[in-house]
């Protein structure tokens, strides 16, 4: 809170009285501490792999290269670290833009079930790595009013995610369906689940329940902040259900084509 008193004076300097204006900057602090938060964790994040990248290589040019099983493992670490740094940039990119004000999203019809199977195509390796299944349940025909792109930006995280959180030889559940005037699917894993209070947080820009355990499976902690973006733009809805240690289902809902 932050007020400012001025004395009203009227003729002749007569004492009226005191005009007091008080601003609430609640908001105003709390925005301008999410934004330090999130230059701080900007910045921790890409200082990781870089001084990474730059100590093994230090190391490799003052002589380790002449052993060669170290010049491959340290070039694997370069490797992934870059790889790491160049997802992390692509996910920073893609979250500017879809929270700029303003931000618009060119609307089409689109077959949920096209983009389910091409995001399922690109998702299928990881799947394999871990013999995990799908069980689908699809009505074919439903069919949104949305971005093809984006809502298989939204599938391929969700998918992602469905697959890094649980363990090998599980299943994951997908289903699409209509639902009044939504198209929507259901992304539905066996995997580790989420904590009731934490599933709030998911959605905040680096926010992870585990924080190791998503670095290591190459998460940036960026995705579902870019999937609640894109969901509002397409003035859809969001929904998780979870139990810790059963698995978690996201339900995102689209509008119909013709609602
Ligand atoms: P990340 O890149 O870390 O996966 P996301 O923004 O996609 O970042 O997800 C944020 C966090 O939400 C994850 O770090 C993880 O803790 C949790 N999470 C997301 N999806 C799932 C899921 N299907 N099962 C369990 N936890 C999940």
Do not use: C
């Amino acid at each position: 809170m932050v007020a400012y008193g001025a004395p009203v004076i009227g003729e002749h300097g007569r004492w009226l009285g005191i005009v007091v204006v008080i601003h609430d900057v609640t908001e105003l602090v709390k925005l301008e501490q999410v934004r330090k938060d999130f230059v701080a964790n900007v910045s921790h994040e890409l200082k990781t792999p870089v001084t990474s990248i730059k100590g093994f290589s230090e190391t490799l040019l003052y002589g380790a290269y002449k052993k060669e099983d170290t010049l491959l493992s340290f070039l694997e670490i370069i490797y992934k670290e870059s790889n790491r740094l160049q997802m992390l940039i692509n996910d920073l990119l893609d979250l500017s833009t879809v929270e700029q004000v303003g931000y618009e999203i060119k609307l089409n019809k689109v077959k949920l079930y096209d983009v389910l199977i091409q995001s399922i195509e690109m998702t299928n390796h990881l799947l394999e790595e871990k013999n995990m299944e799908l069980t689908l349940s699809l009505d074919e025909k439903v069919e949104v009013l949305g971005d093809s792109d984006r809502i298989m930006q939204i599938m391929m995280n969700l998918l992602t995610n469905a697959i890094t959180y649980s363990s090998e030889d599980t299943f994951i559940t997908i289903t699409i369906g209509k639902d009044h005037k939504y198209g929507y699917f259901t992304i539905k894993d066996q995997g580790i689940g989420i904590k009731t209070e934490e599933i709030d947080r998911i959605f905040e820009r680096f926010y992870r329940v585990d924080r190791a355990r998503s670095r290591n499976s190459g998460g940036t902690g960026l995705g579902l902040a870019i999937v609640k973006h894109i969901v509002e733009a397409h003035h859809g809805l969001i929904k998780v259900e979870s139990e810790v240690g059963k698995g978690t289902a996201f339900t995102v809902y689209i509008p119909l084509m013709n609602s």
